[in-house]
């Protein structure tokens, strides 16, 4: 069983659309992170999120936590091509002890931006 | 040099070999992490040390061995390793503060290959 379940999988649009990308959970988490991978390179944070409603914009990107902090949304607004890429969510679990903490990994939403 | 940097980018050996991959990370953060990207499965947790203490290993095969000799370097010592255990391997590091770990930052990753 996923703990994260990030969807849709795949999705490929035109340049100019508005989508939205999933992540959810049964779990509490404390904290929420989305990364954007490139094909041969580590994922990079877009950010952070770990207030319950918490919403944080990046530009055209725009990050929601969900009240309850089992679930976040990514939206991005006018679609570009350099918005292609592997999008990840990863969290760290509610009452995991603090200190170092490993992240919990979503499978993550490949997205294709069409020209 | 900034960030977290991995070598080798590349590595193929054989199952007999004895190889190491080097992490180093300029950022002063106090925990550094080990994750294994496999096709088709969300990033893994392998191991965790905070302020070069292993607070973590995520049952990973004895075949993969870390080292972290202080707060900016981390290696993983492989040994006899297994077709299946070709993957990405990637190196991370965040600043820990008592409410948790932030500034989570990942190298580019060695991609390895067992033949």
């Known amino acids: 069983t996923q703990l994260l379940e990030q969807s849709p999988q795949f999705l490929s649009i035109q340049e100019g659309e508005n989508l939205t990308v999933y992540c959810n959970s049964s779990?509490?988490?404390?904290?929420l992170q989305w990364y954007r991978q490139e094909p041969g390179e580590g994922p990079v944070l877009l950010v952070t999120v770990v207030t319950g409603g918490e919403v944080k914009k990046l530009k055209r990107l725009t990050f929601q936590f969900g009240d309850a902090r089992k679930d976040s949304s990514l939206h991005i607004t006018a679609a570009q091509t350099g918005d292609t890429g592997l999008y990840l969510c990863?969290?760290?679990?509610?009452?995991?002890?603090?200190?170092?903490?490993?992240?919990?990994f979503g499978k993550g939403t490949h997205l294709i931006i069409q020209p | 040099e900034t960030g977290v940097t991995q070598t080798p980018r590349h590595l193929v050996m054989g199952m007999t070999n004895k190889k190491s991959l080097k992490c180093e990370q300029h950022l002063g953060h106090n925990a550094m992490y080990w994750y294994k990207q496999s096709a088709k499965k969300p990033l893994e947790l392998m191991f965790v040390y905070n302020f070069k203490e292993q607070t973590e290993n995520n049952s990973v095969p004895s075949r993969f061995s870390p080292e972290c000799p202080n707060s900016s370097h981390l290696f993983l010592h492989l040994h006899t390793l297994q077709p299946e255990d070709s993957a990405l391997y990637l190196c991370?590091?965040?600043?820990?503060?008592?409410?948790?770990?932030?500034?989570?930052?990942f190298g580019s990753g060695t991609r390895l290959t067992v033949v």
């Open positions: 991370a590091s965040s600043q820990v503060a008592s409410q948790g770990s932030y500034g989570y930052t």
């Open positions: 779990s509490v988490f404390s904290s």
């Open positions: 990863a969290g760290v679990i509610a009452g995991s002890g603090g200190g170092a903490d490993g992240l919990t």
